[in-house]
Structures are given as structure tokens and as C-alpha cells.
């Protein structure tokens, strides 16, 4: 992982610049070049009150089931989707994804001297773990509402049980740099998550946002008009949309930060393969993670909003998905997603 070269510096003010990790094609310029034929230890600790906090009461620590899949049972139902292992085996995978294609980068904001380090909405804590050994000399703190993270961790890494959308407990000026990944169309209150962050980053420090697009779009034609899976997270906005959340929360993300008082923003979007279409090795790869994602998350993402939501039955999510399997699985279709990497800093003192 590298920040910006020597010299590279974010121009100031709050401008929202597109740009492409190397060897990434930028959306609305480039197309992907789709392929022919067919293809497709030491230093670590297990004491739990050093990464969990141990203060947590019992219902903190309990689960909720409902249609077969596991949920977090801390503030139930403020979070849609499940927590149970094929879900954590899955977030893992779109991590594995998401560092590939930002080429091995965990983050793009330029860090420099990183002291303390907040992840929002860590979910099984891998990034946390990441960075713990990327930086030794920081104190990487990841927050969720599911105690899944693992005891096994780096000494300079803590999990612990709360919600981002509630009062931060920490004082002003305490993080140097705030994490937050797939949160934005999860959030009820985006610009008051990002007022806390505000008061709670010091001065010069940062904040990034790293976000999916859940709209399939295509430059050569292939995919058709009215193509499954952009009706399937259509059905899945507008499941969400009954719980105050905003599946296209992404596209607002840089102006929320512009609007927070945060400066020298900056949107990185590249392009994400949906399966192995692509020609580039390394998209193919890409792709192949993306589209597993997908599968492997089509109903435990529908079960929460299209049930709950929408008032389908669970048998209904299940027969209408067969459909968006289908076309998911459809190699002559070259669609893919675009994913969004939006930073800014907090004004230097």
C-alpha cells in the first residue's frame, strides 16, 4: 500500500476530482476490453479484553434469527442484513475484491504520523487487521453493531460494540483518520455521521468514504434495457428506502463531506466487472470476486428489505431470484458496476 508521492498534494478547497488508481480505466472514459472465448503469527494477541470490549452486556452479545439467516440483536433492525457466517465470508471476499482493484491500497487519502485510526461499521474487522499490520504504531479502533470481529488480532487492534449513527464518545480532535466502507446506503443520517466525524478528526486529519454504485451499466451494448439485476436492487432501494435509508447514498457522499466543512475533497471511480468478461487478467479477476459477491449475497441482501420492507413473503424473495441468478450468471452480458473511493480533510489549524 502507498499514499501520494512526495510532492503530491490535494488542491485546496472543496472540489470533487475523478480519477482512476493506475491501470484502472476511468468511468465515462475508457471502456473495458471484454476477452474472447470462454475463460473463466507472531506479534499477535488473544487476550479479548484488549480487543473487545468486555463491558458489554449480555443482549449485546445475543443474535436475532428470522428466515433462516442470523442478525444482529444490538438495536435490531437498525441494520438490514445478516451477520451470519456465509455474510462474513462474503464481506471478506469483497474485500480481497476491493484491494485488488485499488492495487493493493487500503486507502487513498494521503496519512502521514497516523496515531488513531477509527473504522466505521467494520463488520468482521479485516481492514482493521490490515492496517493494524501496515501501521504497528497506530491504534486501530473498528465499531459495529455485531460482535463477529476475531480475538486473534494485532496488539494495536480493538473492536468494540456501537453504532456510528449515536453520540461519539471520543473528545474533539482525537482521530487522525476515519474509515468507512459500504456504510453510506446504510445510514439514516449521513451529514449527522459526518458532523461527529468532524468534531472528532483533528485538524489536518482525514476521512474517506470507499463505496459501491448498485446500478449495472454497460458501453458495448450487451445488456439489455431491462436487465434483472438493475431491477433487483431497484426492489432492494425501495426496501431500504421504507427504513429512511438511500441505496444511491453514494452519489450525494462528496457533497456531504464538501457540506461538513471538509476540504481538498477528492472522488476516485473506477469500473467494476460483473464476472469474468473482461480481457485484462487482473478485471477478470475482479470480476469474478464482484459477481460472487453478488450471488452469494442475493438473499440474505433481499430477505431484510424485499421481506421486511416491501412485505414480499420469504418464499416470493426466493422464486423471484432464480430469475436474477439467471441473469447474474449470463457471460454475454458485460456489465459492471462502478466503485466510488471519496475523501477529504478536515482544515488544518
Known sequence: MSSPTKGETPEQGGTHKAASPASQ?????????????????????TDEASSISTSLSSSV??????????????REGTYQFPNDEPEQAREDMKHAMI???CDGRLHYAPLENLQQVLDLGTGTGIWCI???????????LGIDL?????????????FMVDDFESPWLQGENH????????IAPITKDLPKVLSEAYRTIKPGGWIEFQEQQFHALCDDGTMPENYLLNEWWEHLGKGLAVFGRDLAAVLKTAQHLTDAGFINVEERVVKLPIGPWAKDKKLRTVGLYSRASIEDGLEGLSLGPMARGLGWSPDEVRVYLVGVRKALMDRSIHSYMTFHVIYGQKPPS
Open 25 to 45: 480505466p476511468e468511468h465515462g472514459e475508457d471502456t473495458i476490453e471484454a476477452a474472447d472465448g470462454d475463460d473463466e503469527d507472531a506479534g499477535y494477541c
Open 61 to 74: 452479545r445475543d443474535f436475532a434469527f428470522e428466515n433462516g439467516r442470523r442478525y444482529h440483536k444490538f
Open 99 to 101: 484491494v485488488n482493484i
Open 130 to 140: 490490515d492496517m493494524g499490520d501496515e501501521y504497528p504504531g497506530a491504534s486501530i
Open 146 to 158: 455485531s460482535p463477529i470481529q476475531p480475538n486473534w488480532v494485532p496488539p494495536n487492534v480493538k
Open 175 to 182: 482521530f487522525d483518520f476515519v474509515h468507512a466502507r459500504a
